[in-house]
């Protein structure tokens, strides 16, 4: 293997789970007469956290609706979370073998805490045994907290480890971590958005990541 540990980024890497977070960016706007916005949009600005996606889903000049809209997407995103959700494909087999070959892996993410911790369990629960979203007490990527943090849960150290991500966020992240960073293509940024964002390392299929993990 070519690496001990495997720090994964969760949306547009582990999970496709742009749906279900445009339908509830969506009824949020609508519960405050806002126009709706793409599935395409919600794409583009997705990696943040919540509070950004859903302030860059507002029109300019509605920021004093801001509170209400956004509780309003947490109340609602906590319930459809996982209606259109799923694991891309072959994502869990690359998990199920890193675990047997004894990799430690986590998942950081700037999706709140409960409900990354919510996902993780649903979708890996047998194979990431440490799963850490923005909370009061870890700063939200691209500062490295949640990153160290995963570290530190798994008893691993940052030699060895590799950062997995979909966005510049991501790269930026790994970077303030001191980790390497591989992007893969199949997430929520186009391959040119991850090369001007600073990528190194651009894979496009699960299949050929699970080879450059193997070390083939």
């Not at 675990?99 to 993780?120: H, Y």
């Not at 992240?173 to 651009?202: E, H, M, Y």
Request: hydrophobic letters at 40%; proline letters at 5%.
């Amino acid at each position: 293997m070519r690496y001990k540990t495997v720090i994964w980024d969760l949306d547009g890497t582990l999970l496709d789970t742009v749906e279900d977070l445009c339908d509830s960016v969506n009824a949020a706007l609508e519960s405050q007469g806002l126009p709706t916005r793409t599935l395409e949009y919600t794409r583009s600005v997705v990696g943040h956290g919540i509070a950004d996606l859903v302030h860059r889903s507002m029109p300019e000049g509605t920021d004093d609706l801001f509170d209400a809209t956004f509780a309003f997407f947490k109340e609602h995103y906590a319930v459809n979370c996982v209606n259109k959700t799923r694991p891309y494909d072959g994502i869990p087999e690359i998990t199920e073998y890193l675990k047997a070959e004894g990799c430690g892996q986590a998942i950081v993410s700037n999706k709140v805490d409960s409900a990354t911790k919510m996902l993780g369990k649903l979708y890996f629960p047998d194979t990431i045994p440490v799963v850490i979203g923005e909370s009061p007490t870890v700063r939200k990527k691209p500062a490295p907290d949640s990153v160290f943090e995963a570290l530190r849960q798994l008893g691993a150290e940052a030699a060895g480890a590799v950062y997995i991500g979909d966005s510049e966020v991501d790269i930026t992240t790994a970077a303030n971590a001191g980790l390497p960073c591989v992007c893969v293509s199949w997430g929520f940024r186009s391959r040119q958005q991850l090369i001007d964002g600073g990528a190194s390392l651009i894979i496009d299929s699960p299949a050929a990541l699970l080879d450059y993990l193997k070390g083939e």
